[in-house]
C-alpha cells in the first residue's frame, strides 16, 4: 500500500513534467486537442494505484477519482513493458494481466500522443548554454538514443532466440503448427476408437 501523499505527489510531478514536455513540442497542442475532454484511467495491481488522465486544452491533468471515464485499463508492472507492443493486447488480456472497459481507441489515442511528444531539446537548451552547444548536446542525446534503441532491439532478440533455440523455453512457430496437428490426430483417433467400441446393452 502506497503512502497517502504519494499518489498526490506522483499526479503533481507528472503533470508538470508533462506540461513542459508539450511546451517544447510546437505540435503538441493540435494533437492533444483531439483529446480534449477525454479521461483515462489507469491502475496498477500491485500498488491499488488508480491514475486519472485528462486532456486539457494545452494540458494534461493527473488526478484520482473512481468515477467513470471513457477507458479504464488495469494492468500490473510485469505486463506494462508489453503495452507498447499492440499484438500483445490479444494475449495479455486472455492471460488476465490487462484488463480493459470502454472504448479503447482512448487509450490508443492517448499512447500515440505521449509517445509522439517530440520535445525541441536544442531550443530549450540554448537559453542556457548557447545555439552551438546545444546543438551539439543535441546531436549527442540523438546519437545516444539511436544507440541504445538499438541495443535494446538487438538484446529482445538474442533473448527471444536463446529462449527458443538453446533453452527450448518457448516453441517456434512451427513447432506450436506441428503440436496443432498432431493433437487433431490424436482427437481424430479417440473420436474413432469410441465409436468403435460396443455399446452397453441397455
Given amino acids: 500500500m502506497l503512502p497517502p501523499l504519494l499518489p498526490q505527489l506522483l499526479c503533481a510531478s507528472a503533470e508538470r513534467l508533462c ?28 500498488f491499488k494505484l488508480r491514475l486519472v488522465l485528462t486532456a486539457g486544452a494545452d494540458r ?8 467513470a471515464v471513457d477507458c479504464a485499463i488495469s494492468t500490473d508492472l510485469a505486463s506494462l513493458r508489453q503495452l507498447r507492443d499492440a499484438s500483445q493486447l490479444t494475449r495479455l488480456i486472455k492471460a488476465d494481466a490487462l484488463q480493459i472497459d470502454g472504448d479503447i481507441q482512448v487509450a ?48 529482445n532478440k538474442t533473448t527471444t532466440m536463446l529462449a527458443q533455440d538453446e533453452l527450448l523455453l518457448t516453441p517456434t512457430a512451427l513447432e ?6 498432431d493433437v487433431s490426430e ?10 468403435a467400441l460396443p455399446r452397453p446393452k441397455e
Avoid: C
Avoid at 29 to 38: E, H, I, T, V, Y
Fill in 108 to 155: 490508443q489515442q492517448y499512447s500515440y500522443f505521449l509517445q509522439s511528444l517530440n520535445p525541441d531539446w536544442q531550443e530549450a537548451l540554448s537559453g542556457y548554454v548557447g545555439d552551438a552547444l546545444a546543438h551539439k548536446i543535441s546531436l549527442s542525446i540523438q546519437q545516444l538514443q539511436h544507440y541504445l534503441t538499438n541495443k535494446v532491439a538487438l538484446l
Fill in 19 to 46: 506540461q513542459r514536455l508539450i511546451s517544447m513540442d510546437s505540435g503538441a497542442a493540435a494533437r492533444l486537442s483531439k483529446l480534449q475532454g477525454k479521461q483515462l484511467a489507469f491502475t496498477l495491481r500491485e
Fill in 186 to 195: 490424436l482427437s481424430a483417433r479417440v473420436a474413432r476408437l469410441t465409436a
Fill in 176 to 181: 506450436l503448427q506441428q503440436f496443432s496437428q
Fill in 60 to 67: 494534461l491533468l493527473f488526478n484520482q477519482h473512481n468515477e
